[in-house]
């Protein structure tokens, strides 16, 4: 790539990145009265030091504990691609709040698993539906072959860092 090529890409990097993340400053702006309006109160996530960043983390994390799997620590620190002394850290918040629950693996005592709660389970489908309308909402100015295609794109960047990037 020549000097100008890099140049011009480069700033349609810079251009991608400020807009995504106005876009997401947006989109996160309304989570918190989405639950607030369902009334997620007592068990929710809602503290003033953390911000919107702890319903980032409870929405990843009960995505992957939403499909009914209990996960390991050693599970949950690699989903969430941090420390298996965060991961606790994180499942110890989560379960002092009455989102998940500690269990026993049923092969190895030596380990232990999380799943959501009943109000873990209500908290992430509250988020859950919260960002896929907001998403639709978002892409609402494509129309059909512009999502697919867009979808198509994103999927081949997934794909492609599926190791992490390095």
């Known amino acids: 790539m020549s000097d100008n090529s890099q140049t011009k890409y480069d700033k349609q990097i810079d ?22 309006n369902a009334r997620q109160g007592p068990n929710g996530l809602h ?13 990843r994390v009960g995505k992957s504990l939403s499909t009914g799997k209990n996960l390991s620590m050693g599970e949950l620190s690699v989903m969430l691609s941090v420390p298996l002394s965060t991961a606790t850290r994180i499942a110890d918040y989560l379960v002092e709040r009455g989102n998940i629950r500690r269990l026993p693996d049923p092969e190895d005592r030596r380990v232990v698993r999380v799943g959501l709660t009943a109000a873990g389970l209500e908290l992430y489908k509250t988020i859950d539906n919260h960002v896929k309308q907001r998403t639709q909402q978002l892409l609402s100015c494509l129309d059909e072959e512009e999502r697919a295609h867009l979808f198509a794109l994103l999927g081949r960047i997934v794909s492609a860092n599926q190791g992490g990037i390095a």
């Open 15 to 36: 251009k991608f990145i400020s807009g995504f993340v106005s876009l997401w400053d947006k989109f996160e702006s309304t989570l918190s009265g989405e639950l607030v």
């Open 47 to 59: 503290e003033e030091s953390h911000g919107n960043s702890i319903y980032e983390l409870f929405y």
